[in-house]
């Protein structure tokens, strides 16, 4: 069974630095990896899916990566904003293949002034 | 504007009801799904459906039933035999993976917060 972890599970930073999540995933035979937000009390945003055969995948200032071998993905969040304050969570399909999604706890980011 | 809609946004609920929350969608998609959200805790999946008229079990199935008459609607029922009902449940749907690029993307609805009085 698919497990996913996120660390750190806060983390708090000024604004305009350069920061990193991390997700780690158990089941490395996965097709995609996706990248959520939420915001407090709201429904998730997709902000990235990487597939398989990628090995990033760029939104903006957001930057995903995956590295299947090692089990990981990694979000990097440039220049950050305080309207990026909001909790990320990271998603990992089940092995097996179609859409059911076994998700981490989040990081709860907060970027300050 | 295509999106999810839930309903309702906050519900209460006394001990031994049934209640039942709505997700409708208009995005064309065929794969809905129902999780759970609890604090300190990542999403569960409860429930899922790819096709009209055909659901499956999620992992914490017990004490929820869905149906899927229509491919845009897929409500949730929180029955009297869920031990612990309060939470934070989020709907989503999403392409059938493999129809086309991207379809493994999904879109959810605002939530719907549910208080056991």
């Known amino acids: 069974k698919q497990e996913v972890t996120q660390i750190p599970a806060a983390l708090s930073v000024p604004e305009g630095e350069n920061l990193v999540l991390n997700c780690s995933f158990t089941?490395?035979?996965?097709?995609?990896l996706q990248w959520f937000r939420q915001d407090p009390g709201k429904g998730l945003t997709s902000l990235l899916l990487?597939?398989?055969?990628?090995r990033e995948q760029t939104s903006g200032r957001l930057n995903a990566s995956l590295d299947k071998s090692s089990g990981r993905s990694t979000l990097y969040i440039a220049a950050s904003q305080p309207g990026d304050s909001a909790t990320y969570l990271c998603a990992a399909p089940e092995a097996g293949g179609g859409n059911k999604l076994t998700f981490g706890t989040g990081t709860q980011l907060k970027v300050e002034l | 504007d295509g999106g999810i809609t839930q309903s309702p946004k906050y519900l209460f609920r006394k001990e031994g009801q049934n209640v039942t929350l709505s997700c409708e969608q208009n995005?064309?998609?065929?794969?809905m799904y129902w999780y759970r959200q609890d604090p300190g805790q990542g999403l569960r999946l409860i429930y899922y459906s790819q096709i009209v008229n055909d659901f499956q079990k999620g992992d914490i199935a017990e004490g929820y039933s869905v149906s899927r008459e229509k491919k845009e609607s897929f409500p949730l029922t929180v029955t009297s035999a869920q031990k612990n009902p309060t939470a934070f449940y989020l709907c989503a749907s999403s392409m059938i993976p493999g129809q086309a690029t991207g379809a493994n993307v999904l879109t959810f609805g605002a939530g719907s917060r549910l208080t056991v009085l």
């Open positions: 089941d490395s035979a996965i097709y995609n």
């Open positions: 995005l064309n998609h065929d794969a």
């Open positions: 990487i597939q398989s055969s990628q």
